[in-house]
């Protein structure tokens, strides 16, 4: 079945720094991946998602990449700020069966002021 | 903007005791899931139901849960006879078919002591 790793597990920043966050998957059927930002107690929540017949996407201070090819996609946030502190997950889809999402471990981002 | 609403926002049960979790998906959408998430860990997929039938589960799935839609609204998922291990915060989530964004329920805390 679909197994989705995610690094790092934790990742510190300077406000105003670049963050990186890097996801494989191993199911060539996937074809979506998104991402979601969970604040503590919260539900996780959507910022950016990218289908597989494109190559980059972006949102304002928020990029995604995915290279089919090798099976990983990543997250680029720009210009930090406080308020990005969260944990993130990556997630691709399993459309066989019900297209269920496959989450990755997360990753803390502490952005530090 | 519609959302999945989920019912109750926190639940204390008995070990050995049924719960039933309730979810009220965005009314056009036609798959339904419920995940589950361990405080701490990512989100692990428990099932998805289209069409009125279970469409896919996972091994945490077993015999003591089981979902149901009684009416055109609402979304159930029912565990028979908790475990503490059960103890998790469950998600509800809805989207429209393959690889469209998933929306997420607020989530119901289950503790069982």
């Known amino acids: 079945g679909e197994n989705v790793e995610q690094h790092p597990s934790t990742l510190s920043v300077q406000e105003g720094d670049s963050a990186v966050i890097k996801c494989t998957y191993s199911?060539?059927?996937?074809?979506?991946f998104p991402w979601y930002k969970q604040e503590l107690g919260k539900r996780p929540q959507l910022i950016i998602d990218?289908?597989?017949?494109?190559g980059e996407k972006k949102d304002q201070r928020i990029a995604v990449t995915l290279n089919k090819t090798a099976k990983h996609f990543s997250l680029h946030i720009t210009e930090t700020q406080p308020e990005d502190s969260a944990v993130y997950f990556c997630a691709a889809n399993v459309p066989e069966y019900g297209n269920k999402l496959v989450f990755g471990a997360g990753t803390i981002l502490r952005v530090k002021s | 903007e519609p959302e999945v609403t989920q019912t109750p926002s926190h639940q204390v049960t008995q070990m050995g005791q049924e719960v039933i979790l309730r979810c009220v998906p965005i009314?056009?959408?036609?798959?339904f899931y419920w995940y589950r998430q361990i405080l701490g860990q990512k989100v692990e997929f428990l099932v998805s139901f289209y069409n009125n039938e279970i469409s896919e589960k996972s091994e945490i799935f077993d015999d003591q849960f089981s979902v149901e839609r009684p009416d055109g609204s609402n979304f159930t998922l029912k565990i028979r006879s908790t475990k503490l291990e059960d103890s998790a915060m469950y998600f509800c989530a809805s989207n429209t078919g393959e690889n469209t964004e998933a929306f997420f329920g607020q989530g119901t805390r289950l503790t069982v002591v």
């Open positions: 990218i289908r597989s017949n494109v």
């Open positions: 009314s056009n959408h036609l798959y």
């Open positions: 199911d060539s059927a996937s074809n979506y």
